[in-house]
């Protein structure tokens, strides 16, 4: 399955060098588990990693996509400077299978997080940047502020902050029904992305769209689809009453009734299964929402780490961060042109960004060879 899924990424990328295969895909498998069954993981979450040493960037996404989307910028950000990448699929997103997937809280969703990074490095972690966009820029200060990541050298946000993203909840479900509940293909569903606007850089949109859809699973247990099959089949019989039919002749036909209302079913089966949709259904998932983003900016502040925040616009800062960054308390640069997704949109500029920061505070140094100019105008 590794194979193929790899071959996937090889075949969508084939335009430019596929950077998210110097990534190694594994599975952790053994996690936390209750304590009558201590044999039984009870979660296991995908992650992707990259690099042997350095610090390490501990990469969470936003909600609805998945690790994938940070695989182009892992590429780029691994050519600056000297670091290793965790990227994690969280609950319930992507490949990663935990035994409540519907508790998206964000005490649960940051202890998973903590979690994880003890059953990868144990009792002494290496050094850690914590780096998150969205709803994954909420779990990380949540991540943080509860101290999950004890070796925690540093905080980046991206694209989220607390006022604007607690003003978005009322259209939020608009903006949900407004996507296409279904792609014919995954090249549809990234020309969908790219078009849209969502993604829009067509490298990054052909990787982490594979994490953001699936094929659709059987539609017998679909209510809607179920209730389709059964009318056409009572539209049939009203239709052979009004016509006087004798019991003997619809007698005759009842087997070519079955074999016409199987062939239905199989022929809406094999639809419906060439069909692709969402990983995660968002909708329901909108009890905790308000959750991840209340009192987000004045955790963020709290947090005794050199912090970075990274903004699509300017006017998506609030009343604490705007007094916060007048004071000094952390480094904002705003990127402009870009989508909400501002690490996929513009990975170098990320990239760029997070490498000036981490070798400014001394947590890192530049790649030999990375071009001296570059350094010299990176914003400061």
């Keep these: 399955a ?40 009870l979660h296991t979450f995908r992650i ?16 609805g996509h998945s690790a994938l989307s940070w695989a182009v910028f892992t590429g780029v950000i691994c050519s600056r400077i000297n670091c290793r990448v965790v990227a994690i699929d969280l609950r319930a997103h992507g490949d990663t299978k935990v035994k409540n997937s519907e508790d998206l809280s964000a005490e649960t969703m ?23 966009h969205s709803m994954g820029g909420a779990i990380a200060v949540h991540t943080a502020a509860a101290n999950h990541v004890p070796s925690l050298l540093g905080l980046c946000v991206i694209d989220v902050v607390e006022g604007t993203a607690m003003d978005a909840l009322n259209s939020m479900q608009n903006f949900l029904r407004s996507r296409p509940k279904t792609f014919k293909s995954v090249e549809n569903a990234i020309e969908w992305s790219v078009k849209s606007g969502q993604i829009r850089n067509i490298e990054s949109a052909r990787v982490s769209m594979t994490g953001q859809v699936k094929k659709c699973e059987e ?19 009203e239709e052979d009453e009004e016509g006087g039919e004798s019991n003997h002749k619809r007698k005759k036909e009842d087997d070519q009734e079955v074999e016409i209302t199987t062939y239905s079913k199989n022929f809406l089966y094999c639809l419906y299964k060439s069909l692709y949709t969402w990983r995660i259904e968002l ?7 308000e959750g991840w983003f209340r009192g987000l900016s004045s955790l963020f ?30 480094q904002m640069q705003v990127l402009p042109q870009c989508g909400h997704a501002v690490h996929e949109d513009a990975p170098e500029k990320v990239a760029d960004a997070l490498a000036t920061f981490m070798v400014r505070h001394k947590f890192t140094e ?4 990375f071009p001296w100019y570059v350094r010299f105008v990176m914003p400061r």
Aim: with cysteine; charged share 20%.
């Design 48 to 63: 992707y990693s990259s690099g042997s040493h350095g610090p390490v960037l501990l990469l969470l996404h936003g909600g």
């Design 2 to 41: 590794d194979r193929m899924e790899k071959q996937l990424h090889l075949n969508l990328l084939a335009s430019r060098p596929p950077m998210f295969m110097i990534i190694k895909h594994c599975v952790l498998s053994v996690l936390f588990c209750e304590p009558h069954h201590t044999l039984t993981p």
């Design 366 to 369: 530049f790649k030999e060879g």
């Design 301 to 330: 502040l709290s947090c005794p780490v050199p912090k970075l925040l990274l903004l699509a616009g300017i006017d998506r800062l609030d009343k604490d961060l705007t007094i916060g960054q007048m004071q000094g308390k952390f």
């Design 219 to 237: 539609p017998l247990n679909s209510p809607g689809i179920s209730k389709s099959i059964s009318e056409g089949i009572i539209e049939e019989e």
């Design 283 to 289: 909708s329901k998932t909108e009890k905790y929402w």
């Design 110 to 132: 940051a202890k998973d997080v903590g979690k994880v990074v003890e059953a990868l490095y144990g009792e002494n972690p290496p050094p850690i940047l914590m780096i998150g």
